[in-house]
């Protein structure tokens, strides 16, 4: 079974940063596309960014390009989640998510993904 575990989260004022990792075991890492999400208390869960099986490919949700940067260590088995200049809209709990992938790709679709971390919750204060 794999298994997610997402870290990092904190209290940040605006215009701070914070990076989050997302620690991948179970399977093979190197097999999976990841993506990020995140969930504000009263809202669905929203695409954030995704990264392709090698790390070469990435594509970010408009709200945070420029932002945020997502990246992996294949042989960490770790995704992370780069977050500069954050604002109060950003704030929301933090989902990792896996999706099993045969090619080089990524995918922002949220049905898509196979499996999920906790969450963890990124507070950002004005």
């Known amino acids: 079974q794999v298994q997610l575990v997402e870290s990092g989260g904190g209290l940040v004022q605006a215009g701070g940063s914070l990076r989050l990792s997302c620690a991948v075991s179970g399977g093979t890492f190197s097999n999976y596309a990841m993506g990020w999400f995140r969930q504000a208390p009263g809202k669905e869960r929203k695409f954030v960014a995704t990264i392709s099986r090698s790390g070469g490919n990435t594509f970010y949700t408009s709200s945070v390009k420029g932002r945020f940067t997502i990246s992996r260590d294949n042989v960490k088995n770790t995704v992370y989640l780069q977050m500069n200049s954050l604002k109060p809209e950003d704030t929301a709990v933090y989902y990792c998510?896996?999706?099993?992938?045969?090619?080089?790709?990524?995918?922002?679709?949220?049905?898509?993904?196979?499996?999920w971390g906790q969450g963890t919750q990124v507070t950002v204060s004005s």
């Open positions: 998510a896996a999706n099993l992938r045969s090619t080089d790709s990524y995918t922002i679709i949220i049905d898509n993904y196979d499996y």
